[in-house]
């Protein structure tokens, strides 16, 4: 049963940065392409992310210029950097699988506030 650990979130001024990690349990991570997904209140969730097991990433508009998926398959670990969040950006952060259907069940995610 693959399970994933996401960190790092926070609340943070406009124009600031956080580093979100997800740790994924089992030996699936070094198989799959990973994302990672938001859901902000009312809204249904989104994939803001992606990176391929090669390194390949592909970014949804709202976040490119601005945010960097990778992973680290030695420590089953993917990685979002954000820089010059809005207060758009505020969400509950998940990671899970990409491109696969149905998924593995999600974690609890990460809260990301921006906010002044």
């Known amino acids: 049963q693959v399970q994933f650990v996401e960190s790092g979130g926070g609340l943070v001024q406009p124009g600031g940065s956080l580093r979100l990690s997800c740790v994924v349990s089992?030996?699936?991570?070094?198989?799959?392409?990973m994302g990672w997904y938001r859901q902000a209140p009312g809204k249904q969730r989104e994939l803001v992310a992606a990176?391929?097991?090669?390194?390949?990433?592909n970014y949804a508009d709202s976040v490119k210029g601005r945010f960097t998926i990778s992973r680290d398959n030695a420590k089953n670990t993917v990685y979002l950097q954000m820089n010059s969040l809005r207060p758009g950006d505020t969400a509950v952060y998940y990671c899970?699988?990409?491109?696969?259907?149905?998924?593995?069940?999600w974690g609890q995610g990460t809260q990301v506030t921006v906010s002044s």
């Open positions: 990176v391929t097991l090669g390194g390949s990433t």
């Open positions: 899970n699988l990409d491109r696969v259907v149905p998924k593995p069940s």
């Open positions: 089992g030996s699936i991570f070094r198989f799959y392409a």
